[in-house]
């Protein structure tokens, strides 16, 4: 007799429906699933956005009921939602939260747009990653960690590895390293939590809809590092030590993803594109300082038989092209929240990749039951012919109205049309 678990009927099914719509195969019905972060905390009020920030335990019981009521075909969590609890033990200084910078308990996390290495640093992060964020930027993000700065390990080779201990006698060392254990002892419960919510979504028939979440190598430094607008002139000023940068994380990243794929099951991996888009910049820039190390992670998720989902933020009309020249059909998931999908993305990535979104958000929170019932149709209208689609927003869904994602759901299951 065979050990090996049965799967739920309904994951099996929408599993095979999630393959055959990557691989632009007609399916009997349109997934839906839309992205999202906080729905099921306002949509019910069980708990509120600073106590889901404090502990994800909190929240994951409404996360459950959101996805028993609606049935959709792809089950979100609340991992992307930072985690307070692991941020104050290391006194984190990038993300602002409710409960310690917001009164408000329902507004959102937020990472403001600061900096945190100067332009003639990039050669230094270039020519060793680990040992510059070990020492320069964790200690810049966590105040708690500020103790790393003394720690070098570079030359830590015979007697100089018992050189390089010599700072750990310094009470700034052991408080970083105390933080550090801080940290882990009270995420490591909260990361369980959320595994705990996969599995019972497995069992329950919802297959995960994006395993890993991460962003293009450039946005690294667009992020958390240099900030937006210091990137942005830092292709003008300084191109070199910028590319010699991104050049080392795209290898960094690349390396990582797979080794994570090979650690545990990864079958969907989403990039989001923070950057990249056509108002900040142009087509060469994006072939030089963007596109080449996305690509190669994207290649790594392919050459590991994971989906990757390609969420393009804004605009990328100009290069809409480069995706479709490089990434091999029938093998991604693409979203475009600012480049107007219409009739032309379908024509254009037909039959090549599967178009995740076809309905404006806002029409969940603000427009009527009728609204969101004739734009489920009209996407599906324009985008399920011959396969490859899959029903989302055109933005992360945190509102909406219980009707409406009735009808959004309803009309998805039962309305075809090729």
């Not at 920030?53 to 909190?58: F, G, H, M, P, V």
């Not at 599995?199 to 937006?228: H, W, Y």
């Not at 923070?274 to 190390?293: A, C, I, K, L, V």
């Not at 899959?390 to 039962?414: G, M, Q, S, Y």
């Amino acid at each position: 007799m065979s050990d090996t678990p049965t799967l739920h009927p309904d994951f099996e099914r929408r599993w095979k429906l999630l393959q055959d719509s990557v691989a632009c195969k007609r399916v009997d019905h349109v997934m839906a699933a839309p992205f999202y972060t906080y729905l099921p905390i306002t949509l019910y009020g069980e708990t509120t956005i600073k106590d889901t920030i404090a502990d994800w335990r909190n929240a994951i019981p409404s996360y459950i009921r959101y996805h028993e009521e609606y049935q959709p075909d792809l089950a979100y969590g609340p991992e992307a939602i930072f985690p307070g609890a692991a941020l104050e033990a290391l006194d984190c200084q990038f993300v602002q939260w409710p409960g310690r910078h917001f009164d408000d308990p329902n507004r959102g996390f937020q990472v403001p747009d600061q900096t945190y290495m100067s332009p003639d640093e990039y050669l230094e992060y270039a020519e060793d990653p680990t040992g510059f964020l070990m020492k320069k930027i964790l200690p810049r993000h966590f105040r708690n960690l500020k103790g790393l700065e003394m720690l070098d390990f570079s030359m830590a080779i015979w007697h100089g590895a018992l050189y390089a201990t010599l700072p750990a006698a310094d009470p700034s060392v052991k408080k970083a390293f105390d933080a550090i254990i801080d940290c882990g002892n009270r995420f490591g419960p909260i990361v369980a939590a959320d595994g705990m919510f996969y599995q019972t979504m497995a069992e329950k028939g919802f297959p995960c809809g994006v395993d890993l979440v991460t962003s293009a190598p450039f946005d690294i430094f667009n992020d958390t590092l240099r900030g937006f607008l210091n990137v942005s002139t830092d292709m003008y000023d300084c191109p070199d030590e910028l590319l010699a940068a991104v050049n080392a994380a795209s290898k960094i990243q690349a390396r990582y993803l797979k080794n994570t794929i090979q650690s545990r099951p990864i079958n969907v991996i989403g990039f989001m594109l923070h950057n990249g888009f056509d108002m900040f910049m142009s087509r060469e820039q994006f072939e030089t300082f963007y596109w080449p190390g996305l690509k190669a992670c994207i290649d790594v998720c392919l050459e590991s038989n994971a989906i990757p989902w390609i969420y393009v933020e804004d605009s990328f009309v100009s290069k809409l092209d480069i995706i479709e020249r490089d990434v091999p059909a029938h093998s991604c998931i693409v979203t475009f929240t600012g480049t107007n999908p219409g009739p032309q993305i379908k024509e254009r990535f037909s039959g090549k990749f599967c178009f995740k979104g076809g309905v404006e958000g806002t029409l969940l929170q603000f427009g009527s039951k009728d609204d969101v019932i004739q734009a489920v149709k009209n996407a599906i209208d324009i985008y399920a012919p011959g396969g490859g689609f899959i029903l989302d927003c055109d933005v992360t869904v945190d509102v909406a109205k219980p009707e409406n994602l009735h009808a959004f759901f309803d009309t998805a299951r039962n309305y075809m049309k090729y």
